[in-house]
Structure formats: structure tokens, C-alpha cells
């Protein structure tokens, strides 16, 4: 099938992007968000992207992008969102920390805490965080992932949950609108189950491409989490649910004038 040229780059936009939100394309586009929402289904029904909840996404549920995709990927919003969470992890703390490249971006920001001890399964993070000053990093064992060197399984849940830590730090694939969190694999799913069921205070950490993204696994719910950590207001349908479950909720926006 042939696509306008409006289509066309949206489609391009949404493969580099990962995600795009309705109102982001109708205000580029100068239309209507009826207007992309018709692109967007016509689009998804010749399977060339996903209709997501607010906007389109270029992502599998059933597969991530590559790790090397995704740590470039909305790397400005991670980085104001670790800056952001940073700012509610005290000196002497310890502190659970998953994987994801937002969880990393978390991991840096702290370089500037002391006496931290930090457990987790990410080998980037304890290469990372173990230099800091006064302080401890743990890395659990288990399976590790070629794709992005993270470790899980049935050996890395036994391992976490020996410890009960101050807070957790902890990215996901996806959360949906009645509040589910979701990721991509079964075995990643259950380790970061067992990071929440160890941590006293539990902060998740999402940029904005993750709000209804299609994502396989069943993670946790919301009600589990201490507090939410973004990038851009969240979508109205999960205001309520954030209300119900008592988690509190950081906008790490972007300031206006900044290069």
C-alpha cells in the first residue's frame, strides 16, 4: 500500500522514536488528532506499527529493542528523571537497583552519594556505582543475558531476597492504564517481583513511551509502588489510579530554554 507523505513520516518518526504520542504529531503535522489517529489505524492495519493508548509505538509485545538502541533512546528524559530521583535517595542507603537503562541512568546520578550499598542484577550498574565513595555495590548471580549482560532467575531471586533494603530503583516495559506493570520476559518479571517484595520503599521509573506500551508479562501492580518517577504528565486515564493506590507522583519536565 501507498502512504501519504504525512504517513510516511510518521511511521519514520515512530521506528526512531519507539513511541509519539497523538497530540505530540498533531501539533508537528499542524491537524487534527483525529486526523493522526486515522493515520495511526490505518498504519496499524497494514501492521506496520502498534496503536497504543494516546499515540503509536514502533515495539513488539513480545520482543524489546536492543539494549544498544535503548540506551540512546529518550536519553535526556532519562537522565532528568534519575536526576529527579536522586534527589529521594539519602546518603547511607541502601538500595536495590534492576535493569533497564533508566535504572543506569539512576545509577550515575547518584555518583555524588556516599556510603550506599546497592544490590543488583545489572552488571552495567555495578560497574558503575562501584567506585563511589564509601561504598558497597553487590552484584546477585544467576543467568546472564547476552543481549544486555542482565542476570536472572531462579539463583538471582534466592539471592535477592536475603536482603531488605531501603529503596528500590526499578525500570519497566510498560504500564498500563488500570495500573499493571508489564515487562517482556518471564524470568525478568519475577526477579524484579522479588526486588518489590524486599524493598521497604519502592520507586519505579519510566519515561513517557512507556504508558500503555504493548508489553507480554505481568510485572506487579502500581498499588505496589512507593512512588512514580517521569518525564511528562501521565496520561489522564491513570490519574485516578494513582490516586486510588497512594503513589506519589514526580514530573521531571523539562525546563523551558534548556539547549
Known sequence: MIFNPRQQELLEWVQRAGHVSVDELAHHFGVTPQTIRRDINQLADERKLHRVHGGASAHSSVENVEYSARKVLNIDAKERIAKLVAEHIPNHASVFMNLGTTSEAVA???????????ITNNPHIAMTMCHYADSEV???GGVMRAKDNGI???????????????????????IEMDGTLRDFEMRETRTSEAIIAQARNVFLVVDHTKFGRPSLVQMGHLRQITALFTDQAVPEALLPVLEETGTELYVAEELLGAS
Open 152 to 174: 536472572c532467575g531462579e539463583a538471582t531471586i534466592e539471592f535477592i531476597r536475603q536482603f531488605r533494603v531501603d529503596y528500590a530503583v526499578l525500570g519497566v516495559a510498560c
Open 108 to 118: 550515575r546520578a547518584l555518583q555524588h552519594h556516599i556510603g550506599l550499598r546497592v
Open 138 to 140: 553487590i552484584l546477585a
